[in-house]
């Protein structure tokens, strides 16, 4: 079993759908990241997340600390939004920061 | 804001020979840098954490002698694929962590595709 685990592994949307992606981890954690990674391979942090939630225009992340969950949600999803969504946990040892843990990503598809 | 910038973002080499690719941050200084590959449909793998100044520290599974990390200064670290097989083929990236900026940040570069053939 993997240490992080997203779902759904794919997901197509109408624009304009509200998309929720799941990510379960069963490490200890130091912070918890959603990444966004384009085609061209190149990825981009959206979120670090170490307890409650957080918002940057469309997007909202989430984190249950206890339950080892988080949840990426779109809100108004339109085609752009198609990429890769990676759910990352940091580990914390040694005082080394920023070593993560990746899921597998959730390939979003967004159709106008 | 902070960028960093991975080069070459595309790379084509054949057997035997080594590549190198480097991962510089131009707006803060990093004292650690990490080193990830990405298979196709694969997860992203951590190979390697850069310590500016000292030996780098490797994953479990990962050579040290072939895939050769300097991190010479606070801005740039260099990953060194020697002796480059097809089996090197991959997706290179590196991040690094502004812990001057506010929000502590990790940024990446662009990444590198590696084909070796």
């Known amino acids: 079993k993997n240490e992080v685990e997203q779902s759904p592994q794919n997901l197509t949307a109408q624009e304009g759908e509200f998309i929720t992606i799941n990510c379960s981890y069963s490490v200890g954690i130091s912070a918890l990241h959603w990444l966004q990674q384009h085609p061209g391979g190149g990825i981009v942090s959206l979120f670090m997340l170490s307890s409650g939630k957080k918002k940057h225009g469309r997007l909202i992340a989430t984190i249950n600390i206890q339950e080892k969950h988080s949840s990426l949600h779109i809100t108004a999803s339109h085609p752009r939004d198609s990429a890769v969504y990676i759910c990352a946990a940091e580990r914390n040892y040694g005082g080394s920061q920023g070593n993560l843990i990746f899921g597998k990503g959730t390939k979003l598809s967004v159709k106008p | 804001g902070a960028v960093v910038s991975q080069h070459p973002s595309w790379v084509i080499c054949k057997s035997g020979t080594s590549v190198k690719i480097e991962c510089r941050s131009l707006?803060?200084?990093?004292?650690?840098m990490f080193w990830y590959r990405q298979f196709p449909k694969q997860s992203l793998m951590l190979m390697a954490t850069?310590?500016?100044?000292?030996?780098?520290?490797?994953e479990q599974g990962v050579e040290k002698d072939k895939f050769l990390i300097n991190h010479a200064s606070l801005t740039l670290s260099t990953l060194t694929v020697t002796s480059a097989h097809p089996e090197d083929s991959s997706f290179y990236i590196c991040s690094a962590r502004d812990q001057e900026s506010s929000g502590n940040t990790i940024y990446f570069g662009e990444g590198s595709w590696l084909t070796v053939v």
């Open positions: 850069s310590n500016e100044g000292s030996k780098a520290t490797y």
């Open positions: 707006d803060f200084q990093a004292t650690t």
